[in-house]
């Protein structure tokens, strides 16, 4: 079974950067054919799909973020990362890594960016 820890949040101001990463194991296959994501859950908000690296390395963004945050895999330490750049308040939430096509992410981590 997949087990997934995010780590990297923290509270910044608004233009700030953090970059979160998500250590994995347990993984069945070559941890780089994996497609991976990053979602977000802010309070009163629907759980949103950030960011995906797929299994041939393309990426994908949800619109409010494209620009400003970028993706990345590391096979050979099997980590997922999300480098965020030009932070905004509304970018606020538990960020947690899956595998795509899941909604099983780990513990999370709080990002919170202040006006």
């Known amino acids: 079974q997949v087990q997934l820890v995010e780590s990297g949040g923290g509270s910044v101001q608004a233009g700030g950067s953090l970059k979160l990463s998500c250590t994995g194991s347990g993984f069945t296959f070559v941890y780089s054919r994996y497609c991976m994501r990053w979602f977000r859950q802010a309070p009163g908000k629907e759980r949103e799909e950030v960011a995906v690296?797929?299994?041939?390395?393309?990426?994908h963004y949800t619109d409010s973020v494209r620009g400003r945050f970028t993706i990345s895999k590391d096979n050979a330490k099997k980590t997922l990362y999300l480098e965020m750049n030009s932070l905004k308040p509304e970018d606020s939430g538990i960020y947690y890594c899956s595998v795509c096509g899941s909604w099983l992410g780990g513990q999370g981590t709080q990002v919170t960016v202040s006006s």
């Open positions: 690296v797929d299994g041939d390395g393309g990426t």
